[in-house]
């Protein structure tokens, strides 16, 4: 009777299209690597903008000092008595208010001041305003004599007292001070710098500097290169190192489930052939006791049939041997075992069968080394791919065993016969459960020689080719001396 169940039976009539299984490597290496770009794009931009505001800052300050000493200096070289700063000096509207300073030592020291501001490096424009926000100079004539307003910055630097410094690339058409003789062709700094009365409270005018300082930028773009650079290299070694990781832990993921869900199959197996193997032990002493009782009273033609009926019962206990066998739990602690006495046991039961075979026999030195295992089961595997060579080469023909790679950790043993071979199809199948190409197998001995070799840490890989022979190459762990 056919158990499975019909293809049709399986969903329902308006059932969808099968939902493909999640993919988390796929998601993880998408979500992973838009989080961590977002992450170094982020850091990049912080970076980028700390880099040019210190580096403005500094070339403000630098500015403002060397504004303030050019100021001080300007008025000790003249001087001019009852006067101590620079900034009650600058507005031609107040002289009149100086009449005990002397208007020629007033003139040559805002004209010396004037002068370095003028000479200044790098720089595009320079205009000073009086506290009423009126230009009293300017490196652009044309600016001379202008009240500016809505400028935010002035109005702050006046009403904290303090340097305020801002940076541009575009300069702004709206600003009416902005109107510069060179007009920048990239990075521009601008520095608000007071200057003080003599009491040091109240701001007496206000130096605006727009620089382009050259050699600055130079340095700002040299770092945002090595900034973005060493993001760049960052956040890849990032992403392959987690991908890597995830994408182990992935396969391990997979390997895992892979073997929960055969031991599930063989614990649903096992309970199935324990029930067969059951129901079948005790039909089948019956069948083979009153065969052989009929043989022993029986002595006409009958005999014939009576001896196919018992080699039949036993072809079948043998069935139902090996599958209980295959299904058996099998012992995980694994000892040392030396390999080449294991392999010489099996070949020496196999030694009729070999000669009377036609099968030559090529064994290689085999290192004298224990693997991890146990002595049956390990006996079990070489019997089984002896066998199938066997079965393999009706005609005769050469199995030969050699070592393909022996050191610390690791032995690897190849089993090639010469026989009929296997085709792509069949060597896909060829480890699962219950598949055979032999008349009358059952379909273990593959199966059990790979679940064998897994459970002590090994592998077992099959290669072969329609007409020229299987080889099989064992990958045993070697035991700890």
């Known amino acids: 009777m056919d158990l499975a169940p019909r293809p049709d039976t399986l969903l329902p009539a308006d059932a969808g299209p099968a939902r493909k299984p999640f993919n988390l490597l796929r998601w993880y290496a998408w979500v992973s690597l838009a989080i961590i770009l977002s992450v170094g794009v982020g850091l990049g931009l912080i970076s980028s903008r700390f880099i040019i505001d210190e580096s403005v800052e500094r070339d403000a300050l630098l500015t403002a000092q060397f504004i303030t000493s050019i100021a001080d200096a300007e008025v000790r070289h003249v001087s001019i008595p009852n006067v101590r700063t620079m900034g009650e000096l600058l507005d031609p509207r107040t002289d009149h208010a100086l009449s005990d300073v002397d208007p020629e030592a007033r003139r040559r020291a805002r004209g010396e001041f004037l002068d370095h501001i003028a000479h200044l490096p790098d720089m595009l424009l320079a205009n000073i305003y009086a506290p009423d926000r009126t230009v009293i100079w300017s490196s652009n004539p044309a600016l001379i004599g202008k009240l500016i307003e809505s400028d935010d910055d002035l109005d702050r630097a006046f009403e904290y007292k303090m340097r305020v410094s801002a940076s541009y690339h575009d300069f702004e058409q ?45 340095r700002i773009e040299h770092g945002l290169l090595l900034i973005w650079l060493a993001i760049a290299v960052g956040v890849g070694l990032v992403y392959v190192g987690l991908y890597g990781i995830m994408r182990r832990a992935a396969r391990l993921m997979a390997v895992q489930q892979k073997r929960l869900i055969g031991n599930e199959t063989f614990v649903a197996l096992g309970e199935v052939s324990s029930a067969v193997a059951h129901s079948l032990r005790n039909p089948l002493a019956s069948i083979r006791s009153s065969a052989e ?189």
């Open 174 to 218: 709206a600003r009416s001070e902005q109107k510069f003789v060179t007009p920048p062709e990239q990075l521009f700094i601008e520095n608000y710098i007071p200057l003080f009365d003599a009491d040091g409270e109240n701001v007496t005018a206000m130096v605006e500097i727009y620089k382009e300082p050259h050699d600055l930028i130079v």
């Open 293 to 481: 009782l009929a043989q022993a009273f029986d002595e006409g033609p009958a005999q014939k049939n009576i001896s196919d009926i018992i080699s039949q019962v036993d072809r079948m206990s043998q069935w139902v041997r090996e599958l209980l066998q295959s299904l058996r739990p099998l012992g995980d602690e694994a000892v040392p075992v030396d390999v080449a006495q294991a392999l010489r046991d099996s070949l020496q039961a196999h030694g009729q069968a070999l000669q009377q075979g036609g099968v030559r026999l090529v064994l290689a030195d085999l290192p004298t080394v224990r693997v991890l295992g146990q002595p049956a089961l390990l006996g079990q595997i070489f019997s089984s791919l002896i066998a199938n060579a066997l079965e393999s080469m009706e005609a005769g023909g050469e199995l030969r065993v050699e070592v393909m790679r022996h050191d610390r950790r690791t032995l690897s043993l190849r089993l090639s016969d010469t026989g009929k071979g296997m085709s792509e199809q069949q060597q896909r199948m060829a480890f699962r459960p219950f598949f055979t190409t032999k008349q009358g197998g059952v379909g273990v001995g593959l199966m059990l020689v790979k679940r064998i070799m897994e459970c002590f840490g090994g592998s077992v890989r099959l290669s072969s080719r329609e007409g020229m022979g299987t080889r099989v190459l064992l990958n045993f762990r070697v035991a700890a001396t």
